[in-house]
C-alpha cells in the first residue's frame, strides 16, 4: 500500500508572519515524523498540495493519503482538499468535506453544539464593526477569529474589558481574519483537552489533558494564548491524569464524544473543553488536530497509553482503511 502525506503551501503572504512562520514550522516537523512512523510499513511519499496534486497522486498511484491540509484560503479551506480527494475518489485519514466544513467554523459549530444542547460559552458572529451596536453580552468577551487554529488571532489583548477595548479589537481582527468574527463569553473554568479516535460508536476517548495556566509570569492574562503557545509554553502544565472526579470525567468526554458525533466527524479529532461549575463548556472541536511529534497534545495523551505516539499514527491509517475496506 502506498500513503501520501500531503501536507499545504506556506501562508506567510496571508496571515501575520510570526504565525505563518510557527505553522510552517510545526507542518514540516509532523510531515516528517509521520514519515518516518508509516515507512516503517507502507511505501510513503510526501507531497504539497497544489493545483496538480490529483494528476500527482494519480500518476504515484497512491491508495491512501494521511491528510495534513489545513487549506490556504476561505470559508471551508480546511474541506477543500478533503473535496479535491473525494471528487477524485482517493481515499483519505481523517474527517470529511461536511465535518472539516463545520468543524473550522468555530461559529457553526457552536450553532451545531447548542442546537443539540451540548454546552458552549455563549457567542456572537460579527460581520462589521456595525453589528457591535447590537451586543449585548456581559465583559470580559473574548475576540477570536472564527476559523483559525492554534490560536492564530487570540492574543492577550483580545480578551476585552470594555466597549472601546471591544471595538478596537473587532476592527483589528476584522482586517487580519476572515469575517466573521465570533464574539466568545468568556468562561472563567479549568481547561482540558480531549482526543477522540474511531468512527461511530467505536470513538473512544484518550486520557484527558489538564491545560494548568496557573504558573503563569504574572501580569499574563490566564487563557491559552497565541503569545502563551508560542513563548511561555514552559510555563504551561499539562496533567496526566487529569485532576478530576470520576464524575467530572463522564461528563467531560461525553461531551466531547458528543461533540464529535455532532459534526460527523471521522477517525480522529481533539475537543477543547473549559469545565465551570460542572458544566463542560465545549470551545472548538479540532477536526485536523495537531500531531506534531512531541509538542502536540496528541502525542502526549497518546504516550501515556500503550499505544504511544507511533500507534497512534497508525491507528488514524487502520481507521481510515477500515472506513474504506481497503
Ligand atoms: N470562551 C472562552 N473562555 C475562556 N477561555 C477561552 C474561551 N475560548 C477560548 N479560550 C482560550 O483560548 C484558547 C484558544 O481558543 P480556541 O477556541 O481553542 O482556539 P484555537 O482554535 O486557536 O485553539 C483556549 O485554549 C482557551 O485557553
Ligand atoms: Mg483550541
Known amino acids: 500500500m502506498k500513503i ?15 504565525e505563518a512562520q510557527a505553522e510552517d514550522n510545526q507542518k514540516m516537523q509532523t510531515v516528517m515524523a509521520i514519515t518516518e512512523i508509516l515507512s516503517q510499513k507502507y511505501e510513503c511519499i510526501e507531497l504539497t498540495a497544489d493545483e496538480n496534486i490529483i494528476t500527482s497522486l494519480k500518476d504515484e498511484k497512491v491508495d491512501l493519503v494521511f491528510n495534513l491540509c489545513n487549506g490556504i484560503e476561505g470559508y471551508s479551506k480546511l474541506a477543500q482538499f478533503p473535496a479535491m480527494l473525494e471528487f477524485a475518489n482517493i481515499p483519505y485519514t481523517g474527517s470529511s468535506i461536511l465535518g472539516h466544513a463545520l468543524a473550522i467554523n468555530k461559529i457553526f459549530a457552536s450553532t451545531v453544539f447548542k442546537s443539540k444542547n451540548i454546552p458552549t460559552p455563549g457567542f456572537v458572529s460579527i460581520d462589521s464593526i456595525k453589528d457591535l451596536d447590537d451586543v449585548d453580552m456581559e465583559f470580559p468577551i473574548l475576540v477570536k477569529p472564527s476559523d483559525e487554529g492554534s490560536s492564530r488571532g487570540i492574543h492577550q489583548d483580545s480578551l476585552v474589558f470594555n466597549k472601546e ?5 473587532v476592527k483589528d481582527s476584522l482586517h487580519t481574519y476572515t469575517p466573521p468574527i465570533m464574539l466568545n463569553e468568556y468562561i472563567d473554568g479549568r481547561e482540558f483537552s480531549i482526543g477522540i479516535i474511531g468512527n461511530g460508536d467505536q470513538a473512544t476517548t484518550l486520557p484527558i489533558q489538564e491545560v494548568d495556566l496557573s504558573e503563569l509570569p504574572e501580569g499574563l492574562l490566564k487563557f491559552n494564548s497565541f503569545e502563551v503557545k508560542s513563548t511561555y509554553k514552559p510555563h504551561v502544565k499539562y496533567h496526566f491524569p487529569a485532576r478530576i472526579t470520576d464524575e467530572e470525567k463522564e461528563l467531560i468526554e461525553s461531551a466531547a464524544l458528543k461533540a464529535f458525533k455532532s459534526l460527523l466527524l471521522r477517525d480522529y479529532a481533539r475537543v477543547d473543553i473549559i469545565l465551570k461549575d460542572k458544566v463542560p463548556y465545549v470551545l472548538e472541536i479540532n477536526s485536523l488536530p495537531g500531531l506534531m511529534k512531541t509538542k502536540s497534545s496528541l502525542f502526549r495523551m497518546a504516550e501515556v497509553t500503550d499505544l504511544g505516539y507511533e500507534g497512534l499514527v497508525f491507528k488514524i491509517v487502520d481507521e481510515a482503511r477500515k472506513r474504506y475496506g481497503i
Open 4 to 18: 501520501a502525506i500531503v501536507t499545504d503551501k506556506s501562508r506567510e503572504k496571508l496571515i501575520p508572519l510570526v
Open 165 to 169: 477595548e471591544l471595538v478596537n479589537k
